[in-house]
């Protein structure tokens, strides 16, 4: 057995509770644990998030460098443009940034706390035909 095992990615935010929300019903997950700072999610993939109360919580600036990327979260969708209108929907926000280089279509948003995530699309997995 794995003496350390993976644990879940979290958050630091203003409002744990509107951001587990927002990712809630961006992953379709459901709440796991909750306390006056700290709210859970795992979706139904067993993707698990934390959200932390820190009341000095300042986001990213990405794409600008002034306070950088610091982390960012990748999604895979199959359709971007379905990703970007429920994204937009739930309170996240396009960022402005170049298209990066390499095999995969990709869009950069933030949150409504500011954390810049991407989704990418995801390859085709059946054979090609002909």
């Given at each position: 057995?794995?003496?350390v095992k993976a644990g879940l990615v979290v958050l630091d935010c203003a409002e744990p509770e509107k951001l587990a929300v927002f990712y809630k019903e961006l992953l379709e997950a459901e709440e796991t644990d909750a306390s006056a700072n700290r709210v859970e999610i795992r979706s139904a993939d067993g993707t698990r998030m934390a959200f932390?109360?820190?009341?000095?919580?300042?986001?990213p600036s990405w794409p600008?460098?002034?306070n950088s990327l610091q982390?960012?979260?990748d999604f895979m969708?199959?359709?971007l443009d379905a990703a970007e209108r429920r994204i937009v929907e739930l309170g996240?926000?396009?960022?402005?940034?170049?298209?990066a280089p390499g095999p995969y279509e990709e869009r950069g948003f933030a949150d409504p706390a500011g954390h810049s995530f991407t989704v990418r699309r995801v390859a085709p997995t059946s054979p090609k035909q002909g």
């Open positions: 057995m794995a003496l932390r109360r820190d009341a000095n919580a300042t986001p600008r460098p002034e982390a960012h979260l969708v199959e359709d996240g926000r396009p960022l402005e940034a170049k298209a």
